[in-house]
């Protein structure tokens, strides 16, 4: 198996499921914040999942940026990203 070969299955194996495993850790970081501040009463629970999200989207922002640096498929430009966080978060 050459490095080409282990490259191609890097990215068709591993990088989607530890994409899905980031996703899946900040969101059960996110439940277990929002369980200790709504007993706390303290938040909104619309404001803490906004701010989750929020948070999760910049963690992953530059996962993109940097992954994409060596395929193929154009990277993803910070007006595109910019754009899509609008259209979702309005």
């Given at each position: 198996?050459?490095?080409?070969?282990?490259?191609?299955?890097?990215?068709?194996?591993?990088?989607?499921?530890?994409?899905m495993?980031?996703?899946?850790?900040?969101?059960?970081?996110?439940?277990?914040?929002?369980?200790?501040?709504?007993?706390?009463?303290?938040?909104n629970?619309?404001?803490?999942?906004?701010?989750?999200?929020?948070?999760?989207?910049?963690?992953?922002?530059?996962?993109?940026?940097?992954?994409?640096?060596?395929?193929?498929?154009?990277?993803?430009?910070?007006?595109?990203?910019?754009?899509?966080?609008?259209?979702?978060?309005?």
């Open positions: 198996m050459g490095a080409e070969e282990r490259g191609r299955m890097m990215y068709k194996e591993v990088l989607p499921f530890a994409g495993m980031m996703i899946e850790v900040i969101l059960v970081g996110g439940n277990t914040l929002y369980k200790s501040a709504s007993v706390q009463g303290i938040i629970s619309y404001v803490f999942t906004f701010y989750v999200f929020l948070i999760g989207f910049i963690f992953l922002l530059p996962c993109i940026f940097i992954l994409h640096r060596r395929t193929r498929v154009p990277p993803i430009k910070f007006s595109i990203a910019g754009k899509i966080f609008i259209r979702v978060f309005s």
